[in-house]
């Protein structure tokens, strides 16, 4: 630990001494980190779109005309109460359906209406078991066949495109990422290496008055992690930019987008990538050249 500031020392020098060099990595490193940041955000959002939400398996049941009156809506009701699969369900009047139509479109579509057109309904919660999209279709069947039911409308469609598409979206988004790490890993890869080679006259007398194999990586190590910590940045900032862009074309992927987290992903792994890229170039340049 005394020996730190030597080696915080060493690893400046390495910008100093190149500079064209690490401005030239730093701007490398920095296009590929915004690519990486815009992958993380992929699979963040793949990630976010792709979970199960409760809400996606409840069922909406409308009432046919003729079981408007309420015998015959208690009667379809204590039907509904007896039906396997249901954990709880709301009655949605006429006036209530309005009311959400109106929230949902606004004003203007129910100007020509004179009349309600919409029907009285029930929203049906199902419990865990008929979530799934096989199970929640069974249910929207038998619900379907129930008499004084008009229409059934279940998300059964949609949890049955995530049982399809969940896990080759979040290979795909996965493996864009790891791509990407690769290439970030290579560029740092060989930064460090060309500056090895221009400080290889340094490193062996390091090796001949006795400095240990971690002695001598640690300052490159720091070189490394400084690269990757100034280029992320740049990549904080181009993700900033589309962020921002982003939420001007629609407002609502500020509050999907985990801005924060992606950032703070970029920053840590991509110095975590710079670390071990940058130990692994200067152990294989010790052991090729023998020094």
Not at 89 to 112: H, N, P, Q, T, Y
Not at 188 to 216: D, P, Q, S, T, W
Not at 241 to 260: D, R
Request: aromatic fraction near 10%; glycine fraction near 8%.
């Amino acid at each position: 630990m005394g020996q730190l500031p030597y080696l915080i020392q060493e690893a400046a020098r390495g910008f100093k001494s190149n500079k064209f060099l690490s401005a030239t990595s730093v701007m490398t490193i920095g296009i590929c980190a915004s690519v990486f940041g815009f992958s993380l955000l992929i699979l963040s959002i793949v990630i976010k779109f792709t979970e199960y939400r409760p809400e996606d398996a409840i069922l909406r049941v409308y009432l046919a005309p003729e079981s408007e009156s309420d015998a015959a809506r208690s009667a379809l009701e204590a039907d509904l109460r007896r039906l396997a699969g249901i954990d709880s369900l709301v009655f949605i009047s006429k006036e209530e359906a309005l009311e959400e139509f109106r929230s949902d479109f606004g004003e203007d579509m129910l100007a020509s209406l004179n009349v309600n057109p919409l029907p009285h309904s029930y929203r049906i919660f199902p419990n865990a078991e008929y979530a799934t999209a096989s199970q929640n279709n069974i249910l929207r069947l038998r619900l379907a066949r129930l008499e004084g039911v008009e229409e059934v409308s279940a998300g059964s469609v949609y949890i049955a495109w995530l049982d399809k598409w969940k896990l080759p979206l979040w290979t795909g988004s996965f493996l864009l990422m790891l791509f990407v790490g690769g290439a970030l890993a290579l560029i740092i890869h060989n930064a460090v290496k060309l500056n090895l080679y221009a400080r290889k006259v340094l490193v062996e007398n390091m090796k001949y008055c006795g400095a240990g194999e971690a002695f001598i990586i640690t300052p490159f190590l720091l070189e490394g992690v400084l690269l990757g910590f100034f280029g992320s940045l740049i990549g904080i900032v181009t993700l900033a930019a589309f962020n921002y862009l982003g939420g001007l074309v629609s407002p609502q992927l500020s509050g999907v987008v985990p801005f924060w987290t992606v950032a703070g992903s970029i920053l840590g792994l991509t110095m975590t990538i710079a670390a071990f890229a940058s130990a692994g170039t200067v152990r294989n340049f010790l052991r090729e050249t023998q020094v």
